[in-house]
């Protein structure tokens, strides 16, 4: 199995293959670690979930995606809200600096012909209310754009997308993918490209912006999927690009940079090994700004760690960790942990749920 460097194809390739296990349909036991405790500050937690799908159906393998919607919770768990509740796939929400829009990947099925892939260009930029209503595309192509992300004001959006553009029908006749960033207005207008790249695999990916003002950008580079690539940042224009850290034979991967608050600090998944069968281990960092003072925040327990957010005060994160059962099985669950990886507890009452963020 080939694990891209890119989260967002990374989150999805692991729950097509990992969250599909017909043996077992009915909700884990897993509890939450903090449900007899109290909150650490008044932030919600918001991520992507598939507690009420129909688990029992016959079409579970195929149509399970579709029930991904996006709750709100507690930092210990509690107090679990839905806040859509429709047949698109909702992924890695993103809450306006105002917490008054939700921006994120939305994928419209047209049929039931099997799991949605990686590499399935029906995915488009959306943002709704925080109460789930007024839904609006921002983005409707015949490709591929996601893993968008808002500026310190709500007025940019930082996102990639397949810049070859492909169909379906590309797809089948096997033209590769080329991944740049684009940063577009909040209404979806000014399509600005910031990256480009002459390899037909070139990837430029999982961008983030910094909370200050103009705002930087982080992102990761590879000249093709195998290539393990590095860690970049560049400004809100797309100058400026500059490589801060590379990957070598600790960091063999890096997916999903985002600033701390306070611009001085990064936070990353990197892999650092395949366990017996070949299921990748990704664990927690940070660097500064400048590539220095790289730090371990997350050990190497045979779990995988990765979309680590900070919370609005820099005090704590959040993040998603799988758990491998054995070659190709395991399950999702969110994290919160302060920021140097203790008090680290288990928040999902449930057993696949994903990319959780703050909400301001």
Same mark, same amino acid.
């Given at each position: 199995m080939k694990y891209p460097l890119i989260g967002f194809v990374?989150?999805?390739?692991?729950?097509?293959?990992?969250?599909?296990?017909?043996?077992?349909?009915?909700q884990s036991?897993?509890?939450?670690?903090?449900?007899?405790?109290?909150?650490?500050?008044?932030?919600?937690?918001?991520?992507?979930?598939?507690?009420?799908?129909?688990?029992?159906?016959?079409?579970?393998q195929v149509n399970y995606q579709r029930y991904f919607d996006l709750y709100t919770m507690n930092e210990n768990g509690s107090d679990v809200q839905r806040i859509t509740d429709n047949l698109y796939w909702e992924n890695q929400p993103d809450v306006s600096p105002d917490g008054q829009k939700i921006l994120f990947g939305l994928h419209e099925f047209q049929d039931s012909t099997g799991p949605v892939e990686g590499t399935d260009p029906g995915w488009e930029i959306a943002i709704v209310d925080i109460d789930g209503s007024n839904l609006i595309r921002l983005t409707d192509n015949d490709y591929m754009e996601f893993m968008p992300d808002w500026n310190y004001d709500g007025t940019k959006i930082v996102y990639m997308a397949d810049a070859n553009?492909?169909?379906?029908?590309?797809?089948?006749?096997?033209?590769?993918?080329?991944?740049?960033?684009?940063?577009?207005?909040?209404?979806?207008?000014?399509?600005?490209?910031?990256?480009?790249?002459?390899?037909?695999?070139?990837?430029?990916? @999982? =961008?983030? %912006? #910094?909370?200050?003002?103009?705002?930087? /950008?982080?992102?990761?580079?590879?000249?093709?999927?195998?290539? &393990?690539?590095?860690l970049y940042t560049m400004d809100a224009d797309g100058n400026n690009q500059q490589l801060i850290l590379e990957c070598d034979n600790e960091?063999?991967?890096?997916? @999903? =940079?985002? %600033? #701390?608050?306070?611009?001085?600090?990064? /936070?990353?998944?990197?892999?650092?090994?395949?366990?017996?069968? &070949?299921?990748?281990?990704?664990?927690?960092f940070t660097v500064n700004t400048f590539g220095e003072n790289l730090t371990r925040i997350t050990e190497d327990d045979g779990e995988g760690d990765i979309l680590a957010q900070y919370s609005p005060d820099g005090s704590r994160i959040c993040y998603m960790t799988w758990a491998?059962?054995?070659? &190709?099985?395991?399950?999702?669950?969110?994290?919160?942990?302060?920021?140097?990886?203790?008090?680290?507890?288990?928040?999902?009452?449930?057993?696949?749920?994903?990319?959780p963020t703050w909400v301001p």
């Open positions: 990374l989150a999805i390739a692991c729950l097509v293959f990992l969250g599909c296990d017909s043996n077992d349909q009915s036991s897993i509890t939450p670690d903090t449900l007899s405790g109290s909150p650490k500050n008044d932030y919600r937690i918001i991520f992507q979930s598939v507690r009420d799908a129909p688990f029992a159906s016959s079409d579970y553009q492909r169909s379906v029908q590309d797809i089948a006749n096997g033209l590769a993918p080329q991944y740049h960033i684009y940063t577009m207005d909040a209404d979806g207008g000014n399509v600005t490209q910031l990256t480009f790249g002459d390899n037909p695999s070139d990837v430029n990916g @999982d =961008p983030s %912006f #910094s909370l200050g003002e103009p705002g930087k /950008i982080v992102y990761i580079h590879t000249e093709d999927f195998a290539d &393990g690539g590095g960091l063999l991967k890096i997916n @999903d =940079p985002t %600033f #701390s608050p306070d611009g001085n600090k990064i /936070i990353f998944g990197a892999m650092v090994r395949e366990d017996q069968y &070949g299921n990748p281990i990704y664990n927690l491998w059962n054995g070659p &190709g099985t395991g399950d999702f669950r969110i994290r919160v942990a302060n920021t140097d990886g203790s008090d680290e507890k288990v928040i999902s009452s449930f057993q696949w749920e994903q990319a």
